[in-house]
C-alpha cells in the first residue's frame, strides 16, 4: 500500500489541485481517495491495470463531491445571513418544542431521527436496521433536521407573536 501512495500520491495531489484550485482541499481528496482504495484492498493483494484509472476516478469524484458541497454551504451561509433570526424559544419550552416537532415528522423521518440522535447510531447501524442505504439515511436526516428546525421557528415566532399553535 505505501508503495501505491509513493506513486501516484504526486500525480493525484497535480490533478485535485488543477480540479479545485485548492491544495489543502486537493490533500483532502486525495486522502479520501486513499482510504476509500485502503478500505477495498485484501493483503497480499498485487496492483492491476485498473488502479490507476479507479484512482483518478474516484480523486475526481471527491473533488466533485467537495465543490458541490462548498457551493451549498456558501448558499447556506448567504441565505442564513439574509434571514433575520427568530427569536430563541423560553429555555424551558425547547426540548417540548422539538419533541412536538418530532411528532409531525413523517414515520421513516422519526425513525431516522431518533435513532441518530437519541441512540446515537452512526449511519452504517441505521442503514441496517431500517434497511436503507447509508445515503439514504443522510438524505432522510438531512431533509428531517430542515422541516424539524421549521417547525421549531414558526411555534417559536407563534408563541413570541402571542398566538399559540
Known amino acids: 500500500m505505501e508503495a501505491i501512495i509513493n506513486d501516484y500520491e504526486a500525480p493525484l495531489l497535480r490533478y485535485a489541485s488543477g480540479l479545485l484550485r485548492d491544495p489543502h482541499a486537493a490533500q483532502d481528496v486525495v486522502q479520501n481517495a486513499f482510504l476509500k482504495l485502503f478500505r477495498q484492498w485484501t493483503p497480499g493483494k498485487q496492483p492491476s491495470e485498473s488502479l490507476r484509472p479507479w484512482l483518478y476516478r474516484v480523486?475526481?469524484?471527491?473533488?466533485?463531491?467537495?465543490?458541490?458541497?462548498?457551493?451549498?454551504?456558501?448558499?447556506l451561509h448567504w441565505k442564513h445571513a439574509q434571514e433575520p433570526a427568530p427569536p430563541p424559544p423560553e429555555p424551558d419550552n425547547r426540548i417540548e418544542q422539538v419533541l412536538t416537532a418530532v411528532k409531525k415528522l413523517e414515520a421513516h423521518e422519526q425513525q431516522v431521527v431518533l435513532l441518530r440522535l437519541q441512540e446515537g447510531l452512526s449511519y452504517e447501524e441505521i442503514a441496517r436496521i431500517t434497511g436503507r442505504t447509508t445515503g439514504n439515511v443522510g438524505c432522510i436526516l438531512h431533509h428531517a433536521v430542515k422541516k424539524l428546525s421549521r417547525l421549531v421557528q414558526?411555534?417559536?415566532?407563534g408563541v413570541a407573536g402571542g398566538r399559540q399553535s
Open 154 to 157: 414558526r411555534e417559536a415566532v
Open 59 to 75: 480523486t475526481h469524484n471527491e473533488a466533485v463531491d467537495y465543490l458541490r458541497r462548498q457551493k451549498r454551504l456558501a448558499f
